[in-house]
């Protein structure tokens, strides 16, 4: 009993929503249960006294409307036209309440599920019939009373449907729009993501490569050294001093080129690139020697400490890098500062290199720190063990950047 009980109740719920959703089969077969509850409470001869016959006939016009209901949302305008026929044979026998309802649902159907040309002429018909009848009403002699309330029936009998149906319509085809929008707009932030994704990628991973080349021409040069210094100390004679100054040469470079080696091991690729051998042959910019030509472009900068740069050897990896850093703090400084005015701070000991970089911050400007420029310039520090930060500083208005950069000990460092 329970077991028939819940699948009842299962069949009910999948009824109601078929309901829901405008199901042609479903909506039939409520509407004949309906329609025939109505006619077996006597709910016919409707529109006039009947012809006499039992009220059971009006169940066939009310079977066939209903057959034709169940493709009503492939077809509605075949299920108008037997909605139609079958109202008027219905209307003959002196007219019931279900045949009723099954062309106020045809009519319903029709503007629903039809195209444009089925709407339009569904629009024009329902005015024709009610122009029609009231001027009927009126050759018959009808008071003014007896007119108005007929065309008022009459249009309100053919226009609820038409009216709702078409809200239903609308509502429909405005909550399709919002999904697709809605759809449009997660692909969109998809795609955003992504390229955004790849540009990181390709930033870093160019970076990385010519980094990786500026490293690879480095290190050769100073194995080079090597090779050569200890080719000259083996063809040559013995000698013991020649010998002493040719090893103390091979151990500066080797040591050379092991700290080259130790930001080559963190930040090498798996293969370099050769589709640009022109760039390969550029040698990369350094801040001990280029620092004046980057000094003249569009922000004007206060130096400090440039003297004690020029005054300490920095290796290639560190100058480089320094450069760098210091190119994209101004190139920000054009882009997102108040003025194009900036302070320069550069301050060199016996194991570190600070770089500070300060501006007047746009009013307004996030002080969030996740833009591009400061994941490159950490990208850029990090193998070499160094750290930047940045933020507005405590008056609230001075935008800093601050870079340290660790440097190897002075004999390795003379080298480089």
């Given amino acids: 009993m329970a077991q028939a009980l819940?699948?009842?109740?299962?069949?009910?719920?999948?009824?109601?929503?078929?309901?829901?959703?405008?199901?042609?089969?479903?909506?039939?077969?409520?509407?004949?249960?309906?329609?025939?509850?109505?006619?077996?409470?006597?709910?016919?001869?409707?529109?006039?006294?009947?012809?006499?016959?039992?009220?059971?006939?009006?169940?066939?016009?009310?079977?066939?409307?209903?057959?034709?209901?169940?493709?009503?949302?492939?077809?509605?305008?075949?299920?108008?036209?037997?909605?139609?026929?079958?109202?008027?044979?219905?209307?003959?026998?002196?007219?019931?309440?279900?045949?009723?309802?099954?062309?106020?649902?045809?009519?319903?159907?029709?503007?629903?599920?039809?195209?444009t040309r089925l709407r339009r002429s569904v629009h024009l018909a329902a005015g024709v019939i009610v122009v029609g009848i009231v001027l009927a009403s009126v050759r018959g002699g009808n008071e003014l009373r007896d007119v108005l309330a007929l065309g008022l029936q009459t249009g309100g009998l053919l226009g609820l449907p038409i009216w709702w149906a078409s809200s239903v319509r609308q509502a429909a085809e405005l909550a399709a729009a919002a999904e697709e929008r809605a759809r449009l707009e997660i692909e969109r932030a998809e795609s955003l993501e992504r390229l955004a994704a790849a540009e990181r990628t390709s930033a870093v991973e160019a970076e990385r490569t010519r980094m990786a080349?500026?490293?690879?021409?480095?290190?050769?040069?100073?194995?080079?050294?090597?090779?050569?210094?200890?080719?000259?100390?083996?063809?040559?004679?013995?000698?013991?001093?020649?010998?002493?100054?040719?090893?103390?040469?091979?151990?500066?470079?080797?040591?050379?080129?092991?700290?080259?080696?130790?930001?080559?091991?963190?930040?090498?690729?798996?293969?370099?690139?050769?589709?640009?051998?022109?760039?390969?042959?550029?040698?990369?910019?350094?801040?001990?020697?280029?620092?004046?030509?980057?000094?003249?472009?569009?922000?004007?900068?206060?130096?400090?400490?440039?003297?004690?740069?020029?005054?300490?050897?920095?290796?290639?990896?560190?100058?480089?890098?320094?450069?760098?850093?210091?190119?994209?703090?101004?190139?920000?400084?054009?882009?997102h500062g108040a003025s194009p005015q900036a302070e320069l701070s550069l301050t060199v000991d016996a194991a570190t290199l600070e770089i500070d970089v300060s501006n007047r911050a746009r009013p307004g400007v996030p002080t969030a720190t996740g833009g591009h420029g400061v994941i490159g310039m950490n990208e850029r520090a990090t193998p070499l063990g160094g750290t930047v930060t940045a933020g507005i500083a405590d008056d609230g208005g001075t935008w800093v950047v601050r870079a340290r950069l660790p440097l190897p000990p002075a004999d390795v460092r003379s080298r480089t």
């Fill in 6 to 115: 819940g699948g009842a109740v299962v069949w009910l719920r999948r009824a109601w929503r078929d309901l829901g959703e405008d199901a042609g089969p479903t909506t039939a077969v409520w509407l004949f249960g309906l329609g025939a509850l109505t006619i077996a409470l006597g709910l016919v001869d409707v529109w006039g006294p009947g012809r006499g016959v039992a009220p059971a006939w009006h169940l066939v016009p009310l079977a066939v409307g209903c057959a034709a209901m169940t493709v009503r949302r492939r077809r509605p305008g075949f299920t108008l036209g037997v909605a139609t026929v079958v109202f008027i044979a219905d209307a003959i026998l002196g007219g019931s309440f279900a045949v009723t309802l099954v062309l106020f649902d045809a009519i319903y159907a029709a503007e629903r599920f039809g195209g």
């Fill in 213 to 335: 080349r500026d490293l690879h021409d480095a290190v050769a040069g100073e194995v080079s050294a090597v090779v050569i210094h200890a080719e000259a100390a083996l063809a040559a004679p013995p000698d013991h001093e020649r010998d002493r100054a040719a090893l103390t040469a091979v151990r500066a470079g080797g040591l050379a080129a092991l700290a080259e080696m130790r930001t080559l091991i963190e930040i090498l690729r798996a293969r370099e690139s050769d589709d640009d051998p022109d760039e390969q042959r550029t040698t990369p910019p350094r801040l001990t020697q280029d620092l004046p030509a980057l000094l003249g472009g569009a922000v004007a900068v206060r130096v400090t400490g440039e003297a004690s740069l020029q005054e300490h050897g920095l290796p290639r990896a560190v100058d480089q890098t320094a450069y760098r850093i210091v190119q994209e703090c101004l190139t920000n400084v054009a882009k």
